[in-house]
């Protein structure tokens, strides 16, 4: 009988091109995608996935099931979370931690989604930066699952314990004063962008390191006329003709009028957000709430 987790990790592999990059994604090391992938094939007795020194090639079995690998994953989800409808018609308590811009732009939207309802899930909210909210995970604490990003590989740190689960990027965007007269979407090199005036995080956090140094990697040195960890301030002193700013895509989910969002080749920047959860936290009801809040994520950036 194929193993539903089996199906997700061959979607996973054939969306991300390597069982490297797919275990980095689903959580995993890419030894047990690898072992996944085979007992897949040894389930349903055909080769799904070419090996090469290099590289990977998903056969047409594997592009046939994959098709078909999403209804029947859909068809699961449904089923389990009516089942779990009909045997337990209380509500799950979840207590969820979540940074601000996700809960803002993203939460909402999922809140409102048909699909929802029928999880049976209550929640207790908690907003508030990654480094709190891990706290807040810790034994006896106070939340049961953290929504977190990460920039780089920033100084953010968990128990070793704790379940991990990609969730989706959020891709930072260099943003300027329309008053600079760029025309939006326009590319432009990152010297152009030197010496400008620009909004910047406060100098010895996390993402002002990483940022940091991806500026002078490029050759852009700011001259900084304000500091702000806030996405939405940046992005409205932004508006008001301050200076330029980088930042994540969901900060722009209300964007002003006043700004231009410019394409700089050099600055390649992204949060990575995924999901926390203690040894023993979750059930059914969880892990369809976290599909349902990656899909809405990459619908969120999308439009």
Same mark, same amino acid.
């Given at each position: 009988?194929?193993?539903?987790?089996?199906?997700r990790t061959l979607l996973a592999v054939?969306?991300?091109?390597?069982?490297?990059?797919?275990?980095?994604?689903?959580?995993?090391?890419?030894?047990?995608?690898?072992?996944?992938?085979?007992?897949?094939?040894?389930?349903?007795?055909? &080769?799904?996935?070419?090996?090469?020194?290099?590289?990977?090639?998903?056969?047409?079995?594997?592009?046939?099931?994959?098709?078909?690998?999403?209804?029947?994953?859909?068809?699961?989800?449904?089923?389990?979370?009516?089942?779990?409808?009909?045997?337990?018609?209380?509500?799950?308590?979840?207590?969820?931690?979540?940074?601000?811009?996700?809960?803002?732009?993203?939460?909402?939207?999922?809140?409102?989604?048909?699909?929802?309802?029928?999880?049976?899930?209550?929640?207790?909210?908690? #907003?508030?930066?990654?480094?709190?909210?891990?706290?807040?995970?810790?034994?006896?604490?106070?939340?049961?699952?953290?929504?977190?990003?990460?920039?780089?590989?920033?100084?953010?740190?968990?128990?070793?314990?704790?379940?991990?689960? @990609?969730?989706?990027?959020?891709?930072?965007?260099?943003? $300027?004063?329309?008053? @600079?007269?760029?025309?939006?979407?326009?590319?432009?090199?990152?010297?152009?962008?030197?010496?400008?005036?620009?909004?910047?995080?406060?100098?010895?956090?996390?993402?002002?390191?990483?940022?940091?140094?991806?500026?002078?990697?490029?050759?852009?040195?700011?001259? /900084? $006329?304000?500091?702000?960890?806030?996405?939405?301030?940046? /992005?409205?002193?932004?508006?008001?003709?301050?200076?330029?700013?980088? #930042?994540?895509?969901?900060?722009?989910?209300?964007?002003?009028?006043?700004?231009?969002?410019?394409?700089?080749?050099?600055?390649?920047?992204?949060?990575?957000?995924?999901?926390?959860?203690?040894?023993?936290?979750?059930?059914?009801?969880?892990?369809?709430?976290?599909?349902?809040?990656?899909?809405?994520?990459? &619908?969120?950036?999308?439009?």
């Amino acid at each position: 009988m194929i193993n539903p987790v089996h199906l997700r990790t061959l979607l996973a592999v054939i969306r991300h091109g390597s069982f490297a990059s797919a275990a980095q994604h689903l959580g995993y090391t890419a030894s047990a995608v690898s072992q996944q992938i085979s007992a897949l094939e040894r389930d349903a007795g055909v &080769e799904l996935f070419q090996r090469h020194a290099r590289s990977i090639v998903p056969t047409e079995a594997a592009q046939a099931m994959s098709r078909h690998a999403t209804k029947v994953l859909t068809d699961i989800e449904a089923l389990l979370a009516a089942a779990s409808k009909a045997q337990d018609e209380t509500r799950q308590e979840l207590r969820l931690g979540i940074f601000p811009s996700l809960a803002t732009y993203v939460l909402p939207r999922i809140m409102s989604n048909p699909t929802w309802t029928r999880l049976g899930i209550e929640l207790k909210i908690s #907003v508030a930066e990654p480094g709190q909210t891990i706290q807040g995970l810790r034994d006896g604490g106070e939340l049961d699952l953290a929504l977190v990003y990460q920039v780089g590989q920033s100084g953010l740190a968990w128990p070793h314990s704790m379940r991990r689960q @990609w969730i989706g990027d959020d891709d930072f965007r260099v943003v $300027v004063p329309s008053s @600079w007269r760029f025309s939006p979407g326009a590319t432009v090199a990152a010297e152009q962008l030197s010496g400008m005036p620009w909004i910047v995080h406060h100098p010895g956090t996390a993402d002002a390191v990483v940022i940091e140094r991806l500026f002078a990697s490029c050759g852009l040195h700011p001259r /900084v $006329v304000a500091h702000s960890d806030d996405f939405t301030a940046s /992005v409205e002193l932004a508006a008001a003709g301050l200076g330029a700013a980088l #930042v994540p895509e969901l900060a722009l989910g209300d964007r002003p009028d006043g700004i231009a969002i410019l394409d700089v080749p050099e600055i390649r920047l992204a949060r990575n957000v995924f999901a926390l959860l203690p040894g023993g936290k979750g059930g059914p009801r969880v892990d369809l709430f976290l599909e349902l809040l990656s899909d809405t994520l990459r &619908e969120t950036l999308q439009r």
